[in-house]
């Protein structure tokens, strides 16, 4: 399975972003699939989760502020985010939630104050 995230860039505090992640080899609507964040000297986090029948979980530090969506024509699954703040900065990664495939490059997103 093959991971290609984008979308990521240097924004703004407040602006928005949409990241995506085209995977091939396997289904979307197959898996969980979450995005994950990779934040300078910290751990690799979990920010937003989407179950197939469309349930979807997200950390509290982006509640209300960010989207997981998926398009299971293209295969591909979405993060959509708003009201940036530059503890939002990081690597972003998208896999599935259990038993994750290589993680890919990610895409990274920069939020300047």
């Known amino acids: 399975v093959q991971l290609q995230a984008s979308g990521g860039g240097l924004v703004h505090t407040g602006e928005s972003l949409r990241l995506s992640c085209a995977i091939s080899?396997?289904?979307?609507?197959?898996?969980?699939m979450a995005w994950y964040r990779q934040s300078p000297g910290k751990e690799r986090e979990e920010v937003a989760r989407?179950?197939?029948?469309?349930?979807?979980v997200y950390a509290d530090s982006v509640k209300g502020r960010f989207t997981i969506s998926s398009d299971n024509a293209k295969n591909t699954v979405y993060l959509q985010m708003n009201s940036l703040k530059p503890a939002d900065a990081g690597i972003y990664y998208c896999?599935?939630?259990?038993?994750?495939w290589g993680w890919g490059q990610g895409t990274q997103v920069t939020v300047s104050s």
């Open positions: 080899g396997d289904f979307v609507s197959a898996n969980s």
């Open positions: 989407m179950h197939p029948i469309g349930s979807t």
């Open positions: 896999n599935r939630l259990m038993s994750q």
